[in-house]
Nanobody, 120 residues
Framework: QVQLVESGGGLVEPGGSLRLSCAAS????????MDWYRQAPGKQRELVAA???????DYADSVKGRFTISRDSAKNTVYLQMTSLKPEDTAVYSC??????????????WGQGTQVTVSS
């Protein structure tokens, strides 16, 4: 069994910052890519940022220059540092990780999501 647990969401004013964390635990052999997604009310889920096991990163155009994804492989944890937050960043943020659990088994796992609200 694998669990992903997010933390760090909350209410912040426009222009503020938040740092999200997502820790993976359980039967983990290795973790490939780790990603952050978000879904706003009435909108489709979108990929916000991704990081490979080698540290390569990719970002949605809407967050480039404002968000930074990083990971601590020793802790099986991925982070999302969000700065210059805008009301349109309001959404439920979820992490996803591609995890090898046995010699032959690998799959995508999701966290439960954490709410980020940007409002004055």
């Amino acid at each position: 069994q694998v669990q992903l647990v997010e933390s760090g969401g909350g209410l912040v004013e426009p222009g503020g910052s938040l740092r999200l964390s997502c820790a993976a635990s359980g039967s983990i052999v290795s973790i490939n890519h780790m990603d952050w997604y978000r879904q706003a009310p009435g909108k489709q889920r979108e990929l916000v940022a991704a990081i490979t096991s080698g540290g390569s990163t990719d970002y949605a155009d809407s967050v480039k220059g404002r968000f930074t994804i990083s990971r601590d492989s020793a802790k099986n944890t991925v982070y999302l540092q969000m700065t210059s937050l805008k009301p349109e960043d309001t959404a439920v943020y979820s992490c996803n990780a591609n995890i090898q659990t046995t010699r032959y088994a690998r799959g995508d796992y999701w966290g439960q999501g954490t709410q980020v609200t940007v409002s004055s």
